[in-house]
């Protein structure tokens, strides 16, 4: 957190920096309660802050996170039914966590999926599968 | 500046808002978020009025009034949009008038009614979540949130006690604490001024008055009840009488009405807290001891202090709450005079506060040996009960208190108000310590509504060439309190003694008080205590005779033994996440 | 070095996506194969605009376009094409023409494509940090002139003009002032500031400098989305570079004018791309929009002037200083001068970043830019302006995309999204999307947003299964109008937009389900 001055305009970053060396990938209250300390800031108005933005994540979540583009374009190419594919397919991996997100501008590729900071253009239910697979088995590769 | 508002020329102040000027001139222009104490947020947009040469239309609100303009605040089309959109708005709002507590006060209720907002054709579409009932004051319905947005300008900016905030964005987003956990796991200090200010009854008390009619109802019980001072100062209101007039007789009589057995006065503990606050100042003074002293009446200020500044703990007042005062000389000292056994004892308080059922329920509060007090009423459940037995209130006749803990001086009256604790040990510390009386008994620079006030007193000791000049203040709302306590401990101010309550006004201005209510009716309810304070023949707490009495057939004299036992308490930190203490 | 011939390889994305890692690692190896690791350089630069041509690569001086490369294809170029000078024709057919719209009447995306964006001297030397210079020259007040001759109107949906907008901030008596990029590009469909930051870096920061210099502003914000990391990256390369040149910093190229460029992450929020949303994450709260006036113009950033632009605005202004407000009012159409970068999506051959002139009508667009529909498939309708725009029909195809043609129609350029649709397309699946997505990113401030949203999208889905009737139409119309008059910022007060025009145009895809 010292990489930011302690100043209510830096919470942003600092709370991506907190979330990503969190072995959940999310903002836990211990987290949280740091973040208002360093800040000077109220503790609920981190939470505040912190629940307004869909990158931060309040709940624990797996090792993997999906995110499967809902932008119209992607939805013309049939990222809803992807997204409905994956719902019933990821429920039950502890380490796999599926979200919704909006225009990633990788359009050219549509429908595009974001696993952590990596994305999949062209995405149909066979690739997603052998995706899924890879993720099932550790690994973050097509 | 000169603006027009539906064709006619009006005068406007350069910095008021649209709906500042029309209001002042007596247009109405339907609102639902603002209210005029707090910051206006333009939540609803209910208030949108038309401007000419504006383009679209603007929220009256939050636009200030510029020289010139020419303002439309009803039409055909605005009547259309604003049905529409409190058509919307009800569509999000769990619609349960008959068992609402604001049923009949409720702003949306009335703003529907009004706009003659037909049955909604479409299905209720908010999300529903459970009810936060596990605090002891405070009950928090999500599913009746409109998103106005007072209660958290309350919390956070009037009262910096930071437990609400808006979660999360958009449909989704909610009124709520951090993590969503229940008010009775975090910061909230139970003041109540979320529910003062909720427009719709999604804060509310958490009532007792099916308690309380039960105790009433049991004939082996002896139900025993006490009145805030700031109670008197707000009942008129509700039944048509003049609220500038306290109704301290009528109060009583209505007690009398629903059953009660004993009806007594915290007015009469309050001259009690002064004997011992007084005493315990004289003591800090002449002993060295910690100082500024801080009164600890406020049970809102004692979970603050606790809460965000453990450093002034011993500064605090070790002497409970008036309410508390009396819980326990209820079960012992009364008892005693009574030969009643204390377990038959049903001790109940009427309040004009939320903080109070909170306090009756801290885990030291049973010095007597029992529940101090076992059931807090607010001035809210109490005018319900009042109402629910048809009583008349306007025309019932002026009566009188119980004798032994029921007789009270002017400076137990003004407690109520904000600087009143302030001025009443003032006046008893004075002559404690000159061993004359102050010449004028009023205090005027510690009365009134600014946030913190000052004075300075020089009190010349008796048997003595010395004269002390002794330093107060009076901060009133927590956010004000929190300024002082800034400026004490980076050394700007030094002062002997602070007086400080949770909510803005002091207790007339108190979390359980009627619905709807801004702080000039508060300002108003304070000048009816001083008024009542005038009137008083006795306006010392020490010449209080049955305080005299129970001094001398039970607690000695202030600070022995068995005062402490039973009139004095400690404090511990508490965590600022959950509010709880180790 | 000397090379004989460079080798432009597009890096964004989609050719990461496609595996640009690895063609280049067999090229590399392929060239050392055959010794020509010397006399072949491999450029790494911003976008062409192309989108769905995989990983590609333009061969100079050949001015070739290869396209939809893989690792597979590359001991073949190289042995032909580098080796024995024969061109893979197979693989850049028609290459030579993508090449030239790619590159023609461009300002802002001018050296995108042709540079490498992470070195400063590239910029240089295609005459970058020449207008900041010349700025110092002019002194402010000439400077601005330039601006207000060029009549630049702001790039982020309003159209306001960037002069008077600076000027404004300019006479402010205020010592302290900023100036915040918009780079909070989170409207679905629209990517034209991330590849024109990626592709361009430092035309940028020369924008903001020179705004800077203009209304005397010591420090200005790109507030640019947090998934955008590439792009933060290549920022903060040129940011460094910048003062490691002087062009950043204390006394800039020795004017006496201090400026420094702070980059701030965004962390998912759509409205936050609202300027006054976005001045409140800035300062590190929620993006709530705030109420306006005072205009962040006056009382912007912690309450100071500022001057708040979208990136692509910035990115004109080097060009319209260096080379004249006067030039610049001659591109475009007397009321919407320059060229505007549009993201082209949907049913065309060749989706991607354009830049056109205003005033070029859609029709050309689609067909001379956009490469005509997929498939030679018959046109529906163009979602012109994002997810807030309008659906416009065939007939409306020879309108001129620019401020005023536009709003004769009461539609607007927006965040410059186009997205074509062709007979196939399913227009209430497209509208379902979008209430969805504004629903999502609403702020939860305003309650005719906040419930408007949802109740948009619980009235389509009732009307999309078959239990609507034509009374739950009506409801959406009359509702989006409330949130049209009643919102507090745009995201609301836009829903009417692309459901008023579906009503105008498209009626017969709402009346399929009533079955009226």
Partial sequence: MNKYLPEKENILEILHLVQNANPKNFLSKEDLAEVANYLHLPYNQVYSVASFYSMFSLKPRGKFVIKVCQSPHCVVNGSDNLLDFLKKRVKKNPEISLEECQCLGVCGNSPVVLVNDKIYGDMDKEKLEKLLKNLEGGKNVL | MQITINGKKIEAKSGQTIIEVARENGVYIPSLCYHKDLVPTGNCGVCVVKIDGMGPLKRACVTPAEDGMSITTDSVELRKIRRELLSLILLAHDVKCPTCDQNGKCELQELINYMDIPEPKYEPIFKKTAIDNFSPSIVKDTNKCIHCGRCIAVCNDIQEVHALCVEGRGFESKVTTAFGESLANSPCVNCGQCTVYCPVGALKEKSQIEEVQTALFDPSKIVVVQEAPAVRAALGEEFGLDPKEVTTGKMYAALRRLGFDKIFDTNFAADLTIMEEGSELIQRVKEGGTLPLITSCSPGWVKFVETYFPEFLPNVSSCKSPQQMFGAMVKTYFAKQETIDPKDIVSVSVMPCTAKKFEAQRPEMNSSGYRDVDYVLTVREFIKMIKGAKIDFKNLPEEQADQLMGQYTGAGTIFGATGGVMEAAIRTAYALLSGKELANLDVIPVRGMSGIKEASLDIPLKDSSVVLTVNVAVAHGLGNAKKLLEDVRDGKKSYHFIEIMACPGGCVGGGGQPYGSDLADRARRGESLYKEDKNCELRTSHTNPMIKKIYAEFLGEPLSHTSHKYLHTDYKERDQLTGKQD | ?516
């Fill in chain 3, 1 to 516: 070095m000397f090379y004989r011939t460079h080798l432009l390889f597009v890096k964004d994305d989609n050719s990461i996506d496609k595996g640009l890692q690895e063609v280049l690692r067999v090229l590399n190896e392929e060239l050392v194969k055959y010794g020509l690791e010397k006399e072949i350089g491999v450029l790494q630069t911003g976008s062409l605009g192309y989108i769905s041509k995989g990983v590609h690569f333009v061969v100079y001086p050949d001015n070739l376009l290869y396209t939809k490369i893989t690792q597979e294809d590359i001991p073949l170029i190289v042995q032909e094409h580098f080796l024995k000078g024969r061109p893979v024709k197979r693989l850049c057919e028609s290459a030579k023409r993508d090449v030239e719209f790619a590159y023609s009447e461009r300002i802002v995306l001018k050296n995108s494509g042709k540079i490498d964006p992470e070195s400063i001297d590239e910029y240089i030397a295609v005459d970058g940090y020449q207008a900041l210079g010349k700025a110092f020259e002019m002194g402010r007040e000439a400077t601005l002139q330039e601006i207000k001759k060029s009549n630049l109107r702001g790039r982020g949906g309003a159209g306001f003009p960037t002069g008077i907008k600076m000027e404004m901030t300019a006479n402010q008596s205020e010592k302290q002032k900023y100036i915040v990029v918009n780079a909070d590009e989170g409207e679905s469909g629209t990517f034209k500031d991330r590849l024109i930051m990626e592709g361009d870096p430092h035309k940028l920061l020369e924008g903001m400098v020179i705004a800077g210099f203009v209304v005397r502003a010591d420090t200005g914000y790109i507030y640019i989305r947090g998934e955008y990391s590439l792009c933060v990256q290549r920022l903060k390369i040129a940011i460094e570079q910048a003062h490691n040149y002087g062009l950043l910093g204390k006394n800039i190229l020795g004017s006496g004018f201090d400026f420094d460029v702070i980059i701030k992450l965004g962390a998912g929020s759509y409205v936050c791309g609202e300027e006054t949303a976005l001045l409140n994450s800035l300062e590190g709260g929620r993006g709530n929009p705030r109420f306006k006036p005072p205009y962040p113009g006056e009382r912007g950033l912690w309450n100071k002037p500022t001057v708040i632009n979208n990136v692509e605005t910035l990115t004109n202004i080097p060009a319209i200083v260096e080379k004249g407000g006067e030039w610049f009012a001659g591109i475009g159409t007397p009321e919407s001068c320059g060229t505007k970068v549009y993201t082209i999506l949907g049913e065309v051959n060749n989706p991607g970043l354009i830049e056109v002139p205003m005033g070029t009508t859609l029709r050309e667009i689609i067909s001379k830019y956009g490469g005509g529909l997929k498939a030679d498939k018959k046109f529906k309708a163009a979602l012109v302006g994002g997810a807030a725009g309008m659906f416009l029909p065939e007939r409306l195809l020879d309108i001129k995309m620019d401020f005023e043609n536009l709003s004769k129609e009461s539609a607007v350029l927006g965040s410059g999204a186009i997205l074509i649709l062709s007979e196939d397309a399913d227009i209430l699946r497209i509208l379902t999307s979008i209430l969805k997505f504004f629903l999502h990113e609403s702020c939860g401030k305003c309650s005719a947003c906040r419930i408007g949203y949802k109740m948009l999208v619980t009235l389509l889905d009732k009307i999309v299964s078959g239990e609507g009737k034509s009374e739950d139409i009506d409801k959406m119309v009359e509702i989006a109008n409330v949130m049209r008059v009643t919102s507090f910022c745009a995201l609301g007060q836009s829903s009417i937009m692309p459901i008023g025009s579906i009503i105008k145009y498209f009626k017969g895809d709402f009346k399929r389900f009533t079955g009226e």
